[in-house]
């Protein structure tokens, strides 16, 4: 009933003909909080434009900046296949057309939301096309139906922070319970992206089903001190609680220099350094850009050295998600 | 050189004959925070007399409401224990002696931080009597020397909320980190202890020592959501995240009629129930004073049903841990 007098309210002659959005890129798990956490950067982030149609249907219009590795088939590339579920869900298929360009301005399979930056972009950008008919909670579920679409998993830690911005939790998922937290004002993130490829079906794949209950605890100590962190603005605290005893471990295996590049960003100050997402990307989180500077500069001088390739980012925590851009 | 000083400025000469203090009882774990949250109740708590001794050394005078089961030797009392290490740490056993009565307002072997509340008071005591040479913190390792004489263990989630009161979160123990929590100020708890023995160390034991990682990750989805629900005071929050599927099905097995006395606390509008600590001890989470009366009187009435004695309790968060009392 209640999508019915959405559908009606929508009012097509009021619509505009094109709109270009900007979705960030997202460290998902924030170190300590496997699943759970996860906060949006400034940069990088991906570009979705999009054009009304008069013929009903979604297409792919071109994609930029993915090396040809992504489906141009509107059913098998996320972006259109979940804005053409969101117009499926409204029951305005046929009444509709778009074509998108997908403009990635960040690497693939780089653990930082790069299939989510675009999903998330694209929806965003369908429902303003569309006057707004649903809310950004309502928008939720066709993000986390991309995830699933783009890693075979419908995880939300990348697309929820994508989505409402800011550092959010995922406290559960039956039903999808996405909190947002506070974000202290001189947090910032240094990230870096060594180029070697970790497909995140494997780095998860690598971790263990079965983990020491006296290391979750040690784990849920560190989450539990994080958020308390987050909410006091206690830098010490959100320094403290940032440790990985359960997962880094394992997946630190498959990032080169990962060791030394985590003592490179303490030596220098960071409150914390660990991997974003599945990796490679690694982030250390500081409480000052300049230092976030310096780490990852210096991080890329030491992996150009070892014959890495790596590109990097500083950024505060993105606390806006999607935003229309020109 | 810091404690020399401190012992310097012990005035002996000022100091009082007597005090007698009240320190509360902790529900430990807080239901989903298993060994790293507590929090205090106002009753029930135990209350520790002690007298000041020309003649040096630390005695017990006498024990109520232990039936007996406590210790009358100093050295094997955690309460005279913790005292004498106080005064060894400080330099002054030769200099000050004390006497000690223990008046036990609660049962021993509860899960209600029976040994805690001892402790903390007595600890509390003796260094009101001297003029509090420590702080609250700097007490805090003795009142986790005495748990660790009085269970084996030296955990921090009943002594840090006895001590400090409210809701605390020990972030870690190496070194022991504790964080005091908001108490939203609705937040009411109904404790019911069924009358059968759970030693300690059986229901730890129990406890498997590895865990599914994804059982793991929904218990520190809903660790972190209730620490954001302290936060907000968002009474919705606590309860959807103040959910154990980790201990509890385990522990549950030792209380008879867990099931049907949580049924009875959801029925009636508890936020949460669960085991306080190690148990048998049951608790209702409530946001009101009155939801909470009716749960314990409803949960006694049907364990006498079933023959099973029972005391209860209805109490607001305790804030302030220990107090002096006449």
């Excluded at 305005?92 to 299939?115: A, D, Q, T, W």
Aim: aromatic fraction near 6%; charge should be negative.
């Amino acid at each position: 009933m209640e999508l019915q007098k959405r559908k009606n309210q929508l009012d097509f002659s009021k619509i505009e003909n094109e709109i270009r959005v900007f979705a960030p890129a997202t460290v998902a798990n924030m170190i300590c909080g496997f699943d759970i956490l996860g906060f949006a950067v400034d940069a990088p982030g991906d570009e979705v434009a999009m054009y009304r149609t008069t013929e009903p249907g979604v297409r792919i219009r071109s994609i930029q900046g993915d090396d040809g590795r992504l489906p141009l088939d509107p059913d098998k590339n996320t972006v259109s296949a979940c804005v053409k579920m969101l117009l499926q869900h409204l029951g305005i298929e046929n009444e509709f057309g778009v074509e998108i360009e997908l403009i990635k301005h960040m690497p693939i399979g780089s653990g930082l939301g790069s299939s989510s930056a675009s999903t998330v972009a694209g929806l965003f950008a369908i429902n303003n096309l569309l006057g707004n008919p649903l809310s950004k909670e309502e928008l939720l579920p066709f993000c986390v139906e991309g995830e699933r679409l783009a890693c075979g998993h419908g995880h939300a830690d990348n697309v929820a922070p994508a989505l409402f911005g800011g550092i959010t939790l995922i406290r559960g998922y039956e039903p999808l319970d996405v909190i947002k937290l506070p974000v202290p004002n001189d947090l910032y993130a240094g990230v870096v992206f060594p180029k070697v490829d970790v497909p995140t079906r494997d780095a998860r794949q690598l971790i263990k089903g079965k983990v020491a209950l006296k290391d979750a605890v040690t784990q849920w100590g560190n989450i539990a001190g994080l958020i308390a962190g987050l909410y006091e603005s206690d830098y010490d605290l959100i320094s403290r609680s940032m440790k990985d005893v359960l997962i880094e471990p394992t997946r630190a295996i498959l990032i080169p220099e990962f060791y030394e590049m985590k003592q490179m960003a303490m030596d220098l100050g960071a409150l914390s350094f660990g991997i974003s997402g599945s990796g490679p990307s690694v982030v250390a989180i500081t409480k000052d850009e300049s230092i976030a500077k310096q780490i990852t500069e210096k991080i890329s001088a030491h992996l150009t050295a070892k014959e890495i390739e790596s590109l990097h980012y500083v950024s505060a925590v993105n606390t806006v998600g999607p935003k229309i851009i020109n």
